[in-house]
């Protein structure tokens, strides 16, 4: 009897699937199997609660090789920071240091140094650049002309997980349902969990057509070198490339620096309109979205939006009624668009009102904000960003500084200080900002306290915290 290993089975059963649905295998794919590679890099322990970082886990992910001077499309979860005061990568609000000791190599060859290009978080994705171009594969060209109708065939390249010492696998599939919006994407069930997104979607002519998406449900724990079972009917989303080529030219830069995000936002919280809504303000369309919230010194703000407003259209985009996308939609056209002037239809008191706004780059996030480490109580903060404001659903004129890190066992976390906890005062000294957090942590410490009094907001409570410097360590 033939023993077969684990990977040799999977890759049997899948040529099996293929043979039995009539499938002929693209001679291309072979070749275009060598321009996948593996990322290799280093974060910081995943614990959000350290200042100092005293261990590292290496992690691996797919990669791309997209031109000939070594630049590689993969996943964001490589460096997931929100840079945007709009993201929604809230999970990872805490990782703010890019990756180190990045590598990629073809097939276990040899490993190249990479640095990171930068991130797109709307379609997360990111770039890194090989420091090397010589002895490359060929780069993969994509075609973004490709329409794949429900139920057209098509062949993902990925690596499986560390339980199958990464190998690359190909498989057959189909593309079981289209989603149009926020943007194109092919939806096909898959038969096991890869390595990470960002695989290759090839056409049966053997064309690389598009990449495998980062959905929600590979947002913890996929891009791990660990043993992740094999699962079943699990649904694999695919990004076309035409959705992404303009990246292939122009990559995303990421800037240590604020510099401005380069994509516009307008500044208001929505919400879809119903027709249970649409009734009660008397109106006969369903076509709208609902602005519930307008943040201060906004382009909303500054172009008279209020809430209660209904927004019907912005620029060439007619908002749908009913849509549980419209929201998404909306922001994603907004983000599209250059700064400057944008026509706008919104109704208000029964009566249609036309409204220019003069759209601006989305101010920085907590990822650019000043941090500040009171390195004997173990202890840092940062400044207040809208971001903050807006996941803590805070009042937008709310002072302080919110808690970023907080080492363990160390004074402050012995205490009971959390991360995001919103510091309001220090021994009943107010803390307005970052400055006054400084001056005033330094007073207290400077005095030689048995105990330093801490008054903070957490969640919907407040509660002082009193730190004893004796647990320093």
């Known amino acids: 009897m033939v023993k077969r290993t684990p990977i040799a089975a999977i890759l049997l059963t899948v040529s099996l699937v293929a043979a039995g649905a009539g499938n002929t295998w693209p001679e291309n794919l072979n070749r275009l199997k060598q321009s996948l590679c593996l990322v290799e890099y280093y974060l910081p322990q ?41 993201a929604r990568n809230r999970f990872y609000a805490q990782i703010q240091s890019p990756p180190e000791d990045i590598t990629v190599s073809f097939e276990k060859d040899e490993k190249y140094a990479a640095t990171l290009v930068g991130v797109d ?20 060209v994509f075609r973004s002309d490709h329409a794949l109708e429900t139920g057209d065939p098509v062949y993902l390249i990925q690596h499986l997980n560390g339980r199958y ?13 289209i989603q149009e919006k926020p943007w194109l994407k092919w939806l096909s069930v898959g ?37 992740v079972p094999m699962t079943s009917g699990a649904l694999t989303e695919l990004l076309p490339a035409a959705v992404f080529r303009q990246l292939l030219t122009d990559p995303p830069k990421l800037e240590l620096q604020y510099t401005g995000t380069g994509k516009s936002w307008l500044g208001i919280q929505m919400q879809v309109l119903t027709s249970e809504m649409a009734a009660y303000w008397g109106l006969d369309t369903l076509n709208g979205i609902i602005i519930m919230r307008v943040m201060p ?13 209904i927004i019907t259209s912005l620029g060439e985009l007619e908002i749908k009624g009913e849509d549980s996308q419209a929201i998404e939609v909306l922001r994603n056209h907004i983000r599209s668009l250059p700064d400057g002037p944008v026509p706008m239809i919104i109704w208000r008191d029964q009566r249609p009102l036309s409204k220019t706004i003069i759209l601006e780059s989305s101010p ?31 009042d937008f004129d709310t002072e302080g500084v919110w808690v970023s890190r907080v080492e363990e066992a160390g004074a402050a976390s012995l205490s009971g200080l959390v991360v995001e906890d919103l510091i309001l005062s220090i021994d009943n ?45």
């Open 46 to 86: 995943a614990e959000t609660n350290e200042i100092q970082d005293n261990t590292r886990i290496k992690q691996k992910i797919t990669g791309i090789l997209v031109d000939e001077a070594g630049l590689v499309m993969t996943s964001d979860i490589i460096f997931p920071a929100n840079i945007d005061i709009v």
């Open 121 to 140: 978080e709307d379609l997360r994705v990111a770039f890194i650049r090989i420091s090397q171009s010589e002895n490359l594969p060929e780069p993969v």
């Open 165 to 177: 010492n990464n190998e690359v696998i190909i498989t057959s599939q189909n593309v079981n349902s």
């Open 191 to 227: 038969a096991f969990t890869p390595l990470s997104a960002g695989g290759l979607v090839v056409d049966p002519q053997g064309d690389p057509i598009g990449v495998v998406y980062r959905n929600n449900a590979m947002s913890v724990g996929s891009h791990f070198d660990i043993d």
């Open 297 to 309: 010194n906004s382009p909303a703000e500054k172009g008279g939006l209020q809430m209660g407003d």
């Open 364 to 394: 920085k996030s907590q990822f650019f904000a000043e941090e500040y480490s009171e390195e004997k109580l173990r202890f840092s903060v940062k400044e207040l960003t809208q971001d903050i404001i807006l996941e803590n659903d805070l």
């Open 429 to 473: 000294h107010k803390i307005r900002n970052l400055e006054d957090f400084k001056k005033e942590i330094q007073a207290s410490m400077d005095s030689d306290p048995q105990l330093i009094q801490v008054f903070i907001k957490r969640q919907d409570k407040t509660l002082f915290i009193y730190i004893k410097p004796d647990h320093m360590l």
